[in-house]
């Protein structure tokens, strides 16, 4: 038998690697969404112009257009468009532009590559958690694909509420209240000896 064990270990790999080969294509067909990457070359570029186009529609969890956000909010965007716009076909991709103020965030704008098949796809985008300096951030989306290039939805943007002052650390109110108490019967006792001092 000893061998004959090192053949048959061998036939089972060979056999689980296949069996994952197979899979992988069924899995893919399935239609679960890409990973989001970066948007690629000039995908944005022009994006905030122009008006809504085709079926495209884009809501937001942070509620319509014009809202108010928080900084390090997570905004979860959903784009949806009638498949029969793309012939029946996958999107060759779908972007999600953002923009803070006047300018396209790079960092922030994300893509599917290609696109989901049935007519939807989700992304996250984060708002900054420094902030926006006072800048309104909007969010567009658009899908491209055989039949509509170019796609676009209409213009999500919101406006940001200012950071909070930073809390003073539970730890450190008692040695301060300490001080603020101490310093006070110091300054009492010194102008009651002052005080004192001119009095004689």
Known sequence: MGPWRGVLALLAALTAGGM?????????????????GLVTGDSCNGVFHGNALGSLVETGSAGPSGGV????????????????????????????CVEIGS????????????????????YRVEVPAGGTGGQPICVRGSVSGTGHDGEKSAILCYTLLANPAPEVP???????????????????????????????
């Open 69 to 96: 956000v928080e900084p390090g909010q997570t905004i979860t965007v959903r784009l949806n468009w009638n498949p029969s716009d793309f012939s029946g076909s996958v999107p060759d991709k779908t972007d999600v």
């Open 20 to 36: 994952a080969l197979l899979c992988a294509p069924a899995a893919a067909a399935g239609g679960a969404a890409p990973a989001p």
């Open 170 to 200: 539970q730890v450190l109110l008692l040695p301060l209240t300490a001080l603020l108490v101490g310093g006070g019967a110091l300054l009492f006792a010194w102008r009651r000896r002052t005080g004192k001092r001119l009095r004689s």
């Open 103 to 122: 300018q396209i965030s790079a960092s922030l704008s994300q893509e599917h590559k290609p696109g989901p098949p049935g007519g939807s796809d989700t």
